[in-house]
């Protein structure tokens, strides 16, 4: 299977090494990929395939295992920009595990070092946001999910990021206008999103009462 040096072969390699991970085969995509690294140490997707292995060992919940992978490229200093998107996924470690202190921390700390490279990372915005809702620290999480929104208007996550600022406007007490506003907020900008989905559910299950009976 390894025997080829040319670019087209290594394309290939990658197309069945993501297929791997599309089937949630992770412990193929990792002895895959890292065979390939060993047979060759400079192929031209190296990087991406160290990323990879990171994130099918993040699904594995090898955590420990992901960790050390993301360290390797990031100190690397070829890795250039496979580097620093390293960096920034490595909360992603802590948030899956529910450390959601550490990866708050995590999450600051690339944003700090890389503050120039936001738009490549929207995961370090609304993990962080989510990290404080489950902290109960709800003005920070209300702080961070406006400003991802800000910065990412169109990310896929966007209708769970605005019904989230629906849920901690209601928890905090804010008026039920405001609660319902950002609900409405999340299905009509991000209609057919999942998150858009769930703002529907709350709007609905608050009409419940005074519905008639068609509705």
Same mark, same amino acid.
């Given at each position: 299977?390894?025997?080829?040096?040319?670019?087209?072969?290594?394309?290939?390699?990658?197309? !069945?090494?993501?297929?791997?991970?599309?089937?949630?085969?992770?412990m193929g995509l990792i002895e895959l990929f890292q065979t390939a690294l060993k047979?060759?140490?400079?192929?031209?997707? *190296?990087?991406?395939?160290?990323?990879?292995?990171?994130?099918?060992l993040k699904s594995l919940s090898k955590y420990d295992d992901a960790i050390k992978e993301?360290?390797?490229?990031?100190?690397?200093?070829?890795?250039?920009?496979?580097? !620093?998107?390293?960096?920034?996924?490595?909360?992603? !470690?802590?948030?899956?595990? *529910? *450390?959601?202190?550490?990866? !708050? *921390?995590?999450?600051?700390?690339?944003?700090?070092k890389n503050p120039t490279k936001w738009e490549d990372a929207p995961n370090t915005y609304f993990n962080r946001a989510e990290s404080h809702f489950w902290l109960k620290q709800y003005k920070a999480s209300l702080d961070v999910y406006r400003d991802f929104l800000q910065r990412f208007p169109s990310d896929p996550f966007g209708g769970y990021a605005m019904t989230r600022i629906g849920e901690i406007l209601e928890i905090v007490g804010a008026p039920k206008q405001k609660v319902t506003g950002a609900y409405l907020e999340s299905f009509f900008r991000y209609r057919g999103s999942p998150g858009a989905y769930i703002a529907r559910i709350h709007v609905n299950t608050d009409r419940f009462a005074s519905m008639k009976f068609k509705e």
């Open positions: 299977l390894f025997r080829s040096q040319d670019p087209s072969y290594f394309n290939r390699l990658m197309i !069945i090494g993501l297929s791997y991970r599309e089937v949630a085969n992770h047979k060759f140490p400079d192929n031209i997707f *190296k990087w991406q395939m160290h990323l990879t292995i990171a994130e099918s993301y360290e390797t490229i990031e100190n690397d200093p070829t890795s250039k920009d496979f580097g !620093i998107e390293a960096r920034m996924r490595r909360g992603d !470690i802590f948030f899956a595990q *529910k *450390k959601y202190d550490e990866a !708050i *921390k995590e999450y600051k700390a690339a944003q700090a």
